[in-house]
């Protein structure tokens, strides 16, 4: 059945729903303080009324945007900008019409205009400059299509129904303790027995709409008056009924509770608050597959139907984050469902959660005009290394020609019943703009993702291992995503990899030989000092580096280090030796890494030698065997990307070469000069692997209100583990300040609970003073990107309570 002939009309109503019966309760959340300075004297003059910068006590500005209508509703977070360039992210006002932010940087004091920012970027209807040498798409090198298509229809009939238990039906903590309503369209097979279980989230998108006017709202929740709810969990039934006709139970719930107060009512954009939507929607379907619960007709849609140990999520855009977090959240249950698949589409990643032991797929679109950072490359990044002993196999696929929002009909104008629009907004664009040759139609755009949804499920719930090279990096495609380019970068269970190095670090293992020099970096823009590396991606902008970008809840926390490496002639080289108890290399199916031309280079190529003891070597030359050195396309920001992709050598291509006796691997330039971005060189063997719940204990940092004192002092704070570590647990800690009359340094630091611990202290300077202050001052501090340990509850707060007299 296609989706995209003409627009569907759906009447609120029309499918059998059920009534509100009782309401079910959640924790409130106690409403978040902002930080931030006291105004203490008149504001910058300004050229335009819609703007003031206002100095603030201690130094600093706090700068105001005021909007005449509400903020467009993004998933990315969105930033203030003086003349052009972005000073962080902003604090929304819940009508949506205000933007804040405290900064020290001293460019807003001679600020002559404020604009909104996203990703680091003004947006502009313009095309920007062009950077010299960018190069036109490139045809890809001929790949194999998988034997069967994961978008073919089953042999099952699918049974369609809904539910709906009102619009304010639950509260949600983390939207503190406001309402959400619990409502779902469900697909469902025509057979017996209990069925997998695939749940989609939808992500973030206008709440609300007027259907005379045709204006959306996503201030109010329920929705005000004359105007009725955005039904985006809708927008997925291409893959949800190929899903339903393999033999899968589909359940799309609709968010728009969290989606009208995330913004300004959460610690952290809405993910907690997705997550417990989630995991709501999972018990009341637990209750009801077993003939539980006081929802009947629940009972007799679900009654029986329903595996609840078998669960695959997806998670659209800021959906994206809150299915990991829903898998946080399950993961630290005593009696956890089993979630056994997670698909971020798309995805925000405001905070850096991992989630390793969990098959993980994350999908970013090239042309995303929304999240233009990709920034749930993060997922992939931070999961990669955070279990030594990993279970489960994750992936990153990056797809070219599409944009955000078109894998939801309901965000596809002409066939979406409410406003929609294209979140690509420089249509001119040579290789985004929708008259780009690359560019996908939406209907291309949604058979793709079809394609990629339904393959993954059923891959990894379904154990249909034809679709395994969709995934892992080898290059397979699928004949229903038609003229798509996907690429595809994969990491095998620990189990399946024999890691020859990281290049996270440069142990004596790895050496830089002949003309060559190298180093790790990490990060972007000089913003992670304490880690001691420097930056990669030094002349990029962070809509440019999905692997290094900032993260919103963690701009100090260094990301992706890797080997930054440069040549200047076919001498310079990186060679990385065996370990003597692990030379046989006979087992694996190919030698593997992640490569990227470093930003600086225009064309390059290297040489990969393999080398056993006894001398005899072959050699590989990385443009036969993978796209990788092959520069993105792009002529302005937030395009081109520089993205690290898979450099894949079968081992059966190595001719000559004793495979149970290796020595090393040397890459080599094999052009005259160049630099490369070099990650993750290890032996693999292709397998999805398995899921393995509550192998980890979880970490959550503690909340604490201390004085502030009269000069500098400390406030020291806590880690926790829900179990005892066996392995030492390294935790990524960030305050987060702004303004100079912030009390405490915006910066992070790693914490280290040693093995057979449950917990570790760190401490936080505060800059006490004498001179009083208009009340207590807040602070989040943000647990992220973990090892050996997942992350529970990892936002809390530092509140510093000031002590002098304001009599005084």
Same mark, same amino acid.
């Given at each position: ?268 954009? !809405?993910?907690?608050?997705? /997550? %417990?939507? =989630?995991? #709501?929607?999972?018990? +009341?379907? *637990?209750?009801?597959? @077993?003939?539980? &619960? ?20 997806? !998670?659209?855009?800021?959906? /994206? %984050?809150? =299915?990991? #977090?829903?898998?946080? +959240?399950? *993961?630290?249950?005593? @009696?956890?469902? &089993? ?470």
């Amino acid at each position: 059945m296609s989706l995209f002939p003409r627009a569907r009309e759906r009447a609120r109503g029309s499918a059998p729903r059920t009534a509100l019966r009782s309401a079910v309760a959640g924790v409130a959340l106690v409403s978040a303080l902002v930080a931030g300075g006291t105004a203490y004297a008149a504001p910058v003059p300004s050229p335009s009324k819609d703007w003031t910068i206002e100095p603030v006590r201690g130094g600093g500005h706090r700068v105001t945007l005021r909007l005449d209508e509400p903020l467009p509703v993004r998933d990315a977070a969105p930033e203030l900008a003086v003349d052009g360039v972005s000073l962080g992210a902003a604090q929304e006002s819940p009508d949506g019409k205000t933007l804040t932010l405290v900064t020290t940087d001293p460019r807003a004091a001679r600020a002559t205009s404020v604009q909104v920012a996203w990703n680091g970027e003004v947006p502009t209807e313009t095309e920007a400059p062009a950077r010299k040498g960018a190069p036109a798409p490139a045809a890809p090198k001929k790949k194999k299509p998988v034997p069967a298509d994961p978008a073919t229809p089953g042999k099952d009939r699918v049974l369609k129904t809904s539910y709906d238990l009102g619009d304010t039906a639950v509260t949600l903590s983390g939207i503190g303790g406001r309402p959400a309503e619990i409502r779902a369209d469900v697909f469902l097979p025509d057979r017996p027995g209990r069925r997998p279980l695939v749940l989609f989230l939808h992500g973030r998108h206008s709440a609300c709409y007027n259907p005379t006017t045709r204006q959306t709202s996503n201030s109010q929740w329920p929705c005000p008056e004359g105007q009725r709810p955005i039904d985006s969990f809708t927008g997925y039934e291409g893959p949800a009924r190929v899903l339903a006709s393999h033999g899968y139970a589909v359940v799309s719930i609709s968010a728009n509770g969290v989606n009208a107060t995330d913004n300004p009512f959460s610690e952290d954009r !809405g993910a907690l608050a997705r /997550g %417990e939507l =989630v995991m #709501k929607h999972l018990d +009341l379907l *637990d209750a009801a597959t @077993h003939g539980k &619960g006081g929802e009947k007709a629940l009972i007799d849609i679900f009654k029986n139907r329903l595996d609840m140990n078998d669960i695959g999520l997806m !998670g659209h855009s800021r959906g /994206g %984050e809150g =299915v990991v #977090k829903a898998a946080l +959240l399950n *993961d630290g249950r005593k @009696h956890p469902y &089993g979630i056994k698949a997670v698909l971020p589409l798309a995805p925000t990643d405001f905070a850096r959660a991992t989630l390793p032991n969990i098959p993980m797929s994350v999908l970013l679109p090239y042309c995303d005009g929304d999240v233009s950072n990709q920034q749930g490359q993060h997922f992939y990044d931070d999961t990669r290394y955070a279990d030594p002993k990993e279970r489960a196999f994750m992936s990153s696929l990056m797809v070219m020609g599409v944009n955000h929002n078109f894998f939801n009909t309901e965000w596809t104008p002409g066939v979406a019943v409410a406003p929609a629009s294209d979140d690509w907004s420089r249509q001119t664009d040579p290789v985004c703009g929708n008259t780009a040759p690359s560019r996908l139609t939406p209907a291309e755009q949604y058979a793709v993702g079809t394609a990629y949804i339904s393959g993954f499920f059923r891959l990894v719930q379904g154990g249909e291992k034809a679709f395994l090279p969709l995934f892992d990096g080898s290059g397979g495609t699928a004949a229903s995503a038609g003229r798509a380019i996907v690429h595809g970068v994969a990491r095998p269970p620990a189990s399946k990899r024999l890691d020859v190095a990281t290049f996270t670090t440069l142990p004596d293992s790895v050496k830089i030989e002949g003309s060559a020099t190298g180093g790790i970096c990490a990060g972007m823009n000089n913003g992670s000092p304490q880690s001691g590396l420097p930056s990669c991606a030094t002349t990029l902008t962070t809509a440019q580096a999905p692997s290094w970008t900032p993260a919103t809840y963690g701009p100090n926390v260094p990301s992706t280090p890797v080997l930054r490496f440069f040549w200047t002639d076919t001498t310079g080289a990186v060679r990385a030796t065996l370990p003597k108890n692990a030379r046989n290399v006979s087992g694996y199916d190919a030698l593997t890494f992640r490569a990227a031309l470093d930003e600086g280079s225009s064309s390059g190529d290297l040489a990969v030698t393999v080398t056993d003891r006894a001398g005899r070597s072959a050699t590989v030359k990385v443009s036969d065997v993978s796209e990788a050195l092959t520069p993105f396309p792009g002529t302005a920001s937030p395009l081109p990307k520089t993205w690290l992709r898979t450099v894949r050598i079968p081992l059966d291509s190595l001719k000559r070469v004793d495979l149970k006796n290796l020595l090393d691997v040397r890459i080599a330039g094999a052009s005259a000069a160049g630099g490369a971005y070099l990650a993750d060189l290890a032996f693999t063997n292709a397998d999805e692997g398995r899921t393995r719940t509550g192998g980890l204990p979880q970490v959550s940092v503690e909340s604490l209100t201390v004085p502030e004192g009269d000069g500098p002092g400390i406030a020291t704070m806590t880690l926790r583990l829900s179990s005892r570590a066996k392995e030492p647990v390294r935790v990524q800690v960030q305050t987060l300040a702004s303004g100079a009359a912030a009390v405490v340094t915006q910066a992070a630091q790693e914490v280290v609970i040693p093995a057979g611990k449950t917990s570790a202290t760190f401490q936080v300077p505060v800059r006490g003073d004498t001179t009083p202050a208009s009340g207590p001052q807040s602070y989040q501090v943000v647990a992220s990107v973990p090892v050996n340990a997942v992350v529970g509850a990892g936002f809390a707060r530092l509140v510093v309570i000031d002590d002098d007299d304001q009599a005084a």
